[in-house]
């Protein structure tokens, strides 16, 4: 009967599953270091994660998209949990 069954395969090689599964073998089993941060603007919880070269936590608003950065260095805080206006 027509209608009845949804074939979602395609011969299109992109290289999508490649990349996703270096991605995901790359961070398997390595918790990857967050800070969670309540964004009073739009009043909403989000983790912000590490950035590439390891020097802050960079993140954004998953509503606004209005920008957080927080710097790792010396001396900082032992908080995991943060507020940003």
Sequence with gaps: MPGEHLDLT????????????AANSAGAGEARPFLGVQFRCCDVYARIYVNREGTAYQGHCPRCSRPVHIRIGPG????RFFEAC
């Design 76 to 79: 900082g805080s032992d908080s």
């Design 10 to 21: 395609s011969s299109a090689d992109d290289g999508r599953e490649d990349r996703l599964r």
